[in-house]
Structures are given as C-alpha cells and as structure tokens.
C-alpha cells in the first residue's frame, strides 16, 4: 500500500512538502520571525541537494537496488524540491534583512555572496529539470546538470562562514564527499540503464 502511494506523483511531491509545513506552522501561528526560518529552509535545501547528488555514487557502489533505481527515477523532484527550499530560504532572507540597502552592505561577506551565487547558478537546473529541457538539451542537458558540483560547494562555504562553525556542515557533506571518494578507489558495480 505505501509503495502504490509513493509511486503517486502527487504523493511524493507531498512527502517532499511534509518539512515546509513543520517549518512554516510556527511562522504562520506568529511563534517565529524570518531569521527562525532561515536556518531550517537552507537545511532542508541542502539535505534534498545531497540526497539528489548521492544517489549516482551509491548507484556505482552498490549496483542496481530497487531502492535506489526507485529513487533515482525520481532524482529531478529531489532537486528541485531542494531549489524550493532554498527559494524559501532567500524569501525569508530578505523578510529578515528588511531592505535592500541593509542586504547590499553585507553582500560581499564570504557566507553571503556564495549563498547568491548558488542560488543564481540553481535557477536553470531547476528550471530545466523536466522532460521538455532533457529532450531539447540533449546531452547538453547532462552537462548543465553537472553545475551542481560548484553550487554544492558554494552552498557548504555559505553554511560555514554563514554560522562560523564547520561542524554542522561537514555532518551534512562529509558522506557525500566518502561516497565520491569511495567511487574513484573502490570498483564499481554494473550501473542500471534506466539511471
């Protein structure tokens, strides 16, 4: 029953919506402002991009697992609800900073322009991250795609230099960086067509 629900559209969209609805209960009852929402909506926006980006490697691990080639069909929804949570989490940025005098003062710090420079280079993987662009593209496709690489690392030193403290981050990025690792030093397992 859970997996015919899952393979439901609507319902994984809803299930990748479930965290906004935690993060945003609290703001829209008037128990948090703005700069309560920013740390969980850049979270949750880098947990959804790490998950999207670590399939492949797991893929290459591990060889092809009904789980993963199930999540790896839905790769694209991951991404993009991990650019959904990042278009919240610069609403909320400029809810909280209030004007743009206030946000271009600080825009040259370290942990600020790199969160705009991601954010800028996520805009066309999101928006081409359906079947129309894939077909358009064509091979193309893949390689804009792979411009998630830089924005992942822009996204790391935003979350560093943003809370000054690396711990937190490197929970979230030290898998991911083991699983790339683990992919150029350990063989590899025959990877699923369909990926």
Same mark, same amino acid.
């Given at each position: 029953?859970?997996?015919?629900?899952?393979?439901?559209?609507?319902?994984?969209?809803?299930?990748?919506?479930?965290?906004?609805? %935690?993060?945003?209960?609290?703001?829209?009852?008037?128990?948090?402002?703005?700069?309560?929402?920013?740390?969980?909506?850049?979270?949750?926006?880098?947990?959804?991009?790490?998950?999207?980006?670590?399939?492949?490697?797991?893929?290459?691990?591990?060889?092809?697992?009904?789980?993963?080639?199930?999540?790896?069909?839905?790769?694209?929804?991951?991404?993009?609800?991990?650019?959904?949570?990042?278009?919240?989490?610069? *609403?909320?940025?400029?809810? @909280?900073?209030?004007?743009? @005098?206030?946000?271009?003062?600080?825009?040259?710090?370290?942990?600020?322009?790199?969160?705009?420079?991601?954010?800028?280079?996520?805009?066309?993987?999101?928006?081409?991250?359906?079947?129309?662009?894939?077909?358009?593209?064509?091979?193309?496709?893949?390689?804009?795609?792979?411009?998630?690489?830089?924005?992942?690392?822009?996204?790391? *030193?935003?979350?560093?230099?943003?809370?000054?403290?690396?711990?937190?981050?490197?929970?979230?990025?030290?898998?991911?960086?083991?699983?790339?690792?683990?992919? %150029? %030093?350990?063989?590899?397992?025959?990877?699923?067509?369909?990926?």
């Amino acid at each position: 029953m859970l997996r015919i629900i899952l393979n439901n559209k609507k319902a994984f969209w809803a299930l990748l919506c479930l965290p906004a609805l %935690f993060i945003l209960q609290p703001y829209a009852s008037g128990d948090l402002i703005a700069m309560d929402m920013l740390h969980p909506t850049g979270e949750w926006s880098a947990r959804f991009m790490i998950a999207a980006m670590a399939l492949s490697p797991l893929l290459s691990l591990l060889g092809p697992r009904p789980t993963l080639i199930w999540l790896i069909q839905r790769r694209r929804a991951l991404g993009v609800a991990a650019f959904a949570y990042a278009v919240l989490h610069l *609403v909320f940025y400029v809810i @909280d900073m209030g004007n743009v @005098d206030d946000m271009l003062a600080e825009f040259f710090a370290l942990g600020i322009w790199t969160g705009w420079v991601a954010m800028l280079l996520f805009v066309p993987l999101a928006l081409t991250s359906n079947d129309i662009s894939m077909r358009a593209l064509k091979a193309g496709w893949k390689r804009l795609q792979r411009m998630v690489y830089p924005v992942a690392l822009l996204v790391l *030193v935003h979350w560093i230099f943003i809370h000054n403290n690396l711990v937190p981050a490197l929970v979230h990025f030290i898998p991911f960086l083991l699983l790339v690792a683990a992919r %150029f %030093f350990l063989p590899r397992r025959p990877i699923f067509k369909g990926a």
